[in-house]
């Protein structure tokens, strides 16, 4: 069930912010498509959602502009492109260089990352600033990148126009918990402990002085925000659940054998390795199976794993599946188990819920903000020993008591429906921009039970 005040919220916040003019806003998100998953998908699927509602005109990287096309929208009207291919593709040169690769170093590629977004917006600005003079937007949105990393140069050019900016939401930068030295050194991201370096970037405190809004899509990131910049920074996760592709409704009836998926990447700080010597025992004592969904760099290891425990005939590895189809393999299982250490959103922990299905989370990142008590499993922990002993732990209270598991997880179904569609999450936004364009109260774009 939600809470008094998650209820109270739902039920004030139906009729607020409307009006009979739609505020025009220019878009900027040069990774958006719908075809794609992970930070695309979302800042698509924020763009498609607030369109609805607002005049929107999407501003993209020419790599998305088939994409979008395919969804209807039309270009030149509905959305534009900027073309920095070239020195986008340079940048991933010097990143695989410097020994990241698709699977492994993304803070290198992060590093360089703002060279790309520079020229992005200097070739936004080039092309709009006449039409932001004259008027023909109210809003401007630097929906991506979505790094906390990554500056603007725009804020103090479109303050001076009195056009007001909104950023975000962004998120990252979740520390590495400590006692997990060696998943770091295995990903490639030494370069992490030098993050901090980002706030003497250009643009860093202009973006946050003079935005006129500041979204940050986990606690963590927004206690990173500077004491001066606080009063216009807003809580919201970035990740949100389109009812068309995750629409189906767990109907099983937990019993034992229980079925529990992992769904991720198969790298080191997903920790899937964790979650199956946890399950080890259940496995083989036939209380417990486990579907794998996903692909990577550790696949061997993990079926080298699987194999030396002697519970291959417990646990399918699926490989990768499309997006569209993981919801057929999570609607037929019992559980979710995420047991990622450093996991900045936590998209597939909404999608379960949406679901149905329990979601069961390491303590830690943002898969733990979206489980309220009684819509989730939080596994608290302090190193790689006891995060799977705390895994085994809770599996082994579930299997004594199954029936916890409906319960919990219809409960996480209405949690995901009432705050977290996209439709929600547009509401949410167009209050902010209701809020930096008439002024008024504060909004609260989540109850404060999140």
């Not at 809470?3 to 739902?10: A, G, H, K, L, T």
């Not at 958006?32 to 607030?50: D, F, G, K, R, T």
């Not at 499309?322 to 047991?339: E, G, R, T």
Request: hydrophobic content about 45%; some cysteine.
């Amino acid at each position: 069930m939600l809470s008094e005040v998650e209820q109270d919220y739902v039920a004030d916040s139906v009729g607020q912010y409307t009006g009979d003019r739609r505020i025009r806003v220019l878009l900027l998100a040069e990774v958006a498509n719908p075809e794609m998953v992970s930070v695309p998908l979302v800042a698509w699927s924020i763009a498609e959602a607030l369109s609805h509602v607002a005049d929107v005109h999407l501003v993209t990287h020419i790599r998305n502009r088939d994409a979008i096309a395919r969804q209807g929208w039309a270009e030149g009207s509905a959305f534009a492109t900027i073309d920095t291919e070239a020195l986008v593709q340079g940048l991933f040169r010097a990143a695989r260089a410097l020994g990241a690769s698709d699977e492994r170093g993304w803070t290198i590629f992060q590093a360089l990352a703002p060279i790309g977004c520079l020229a992005f917006e200097r070739a936004v600005w080039k092309r709009y600033r006449p039409a932001l003079a004259a008027g023909a937007f109210d809003v401007v949105h630097r929906l991506t990148p979505m790094s906390p990393t990554t500056p603007s140069i725009l804020g103090a050019r479109l303050k001076a126009l009195g056009v007001p900016m909104v950023v975000g939401p962004f998120n990252g930068g979740l520390p590495w918990p400590a006692r997990f030295t060696a998943r770091m050194h295995q990903e490639r991201e030494g370069l992490s402990r030098l993050r901090g370096a980002h706030r003497w970037l250009p643009g860093y405190r202009s973006m946050r002085r003079n935005a006129a809004a500041l979204l940050a899509g986990s606690l963590f990131t927004l206690g990173e925000i500077p004491a001066y910049a606080r009063k216009h920074s807003f809580y919201l996760p970035e990740n949100g659940i389109d009812p068309t592709r995750f629409g189906k409704s767990r109907e099983r009836r937990a019993h034992v054998p229980l079925r529990g998926a992992f769904v991720g990447r198969l790298v080191p700080y997903k920790c899937a390795d964790v979650l199956i010597r946890a399950s080890a025992a259940l496995i083989r004592a036939g209380m417990l199976t486990l579907d794998i969904v996903g692909d990577g760099p550790e696949r061997d290891a993990v079926r080298a794993l699987v194999d030396s425990l002697g519970i291959a005939q417990g646990v399918t590895l699926h490989g990768a599946v499309a997006h569209a189809d993981v919801q057929d393999i999570l609607v037929a299982c019992d559980f979710l188990a995420c047991p990622s250490i450093r996991e900045f959103g936590g998209g597939v922990v909404l999608e379960a819920m949406a679901l149905g299905v329990t979601p069961i989370v390491a303590d830690y990142g943002g898969p733990t903000e979206l489980v309220a008590a009684g819509c989730g499993i939080r596994v608290p922990f302090t190193g790689p020993e006891d995060l799977e002993e705390g895994f085994g732990d809770a599996l082994r209270a579930l299997i004594a008591a199954p029936e916890t598991l409906d319960t919990i997880g219809a409960a996480a179904r209405r949690r995901v429906a009432n705050l977290f569609t996209w439709q929600r999450k547009a509401t949410q936004v167009m209050a902010v921009y209701r809020w930096v364009l008439e002024g008024g109260a504060r909004p609260t774009l989540l109850p404060t039970a999140v």
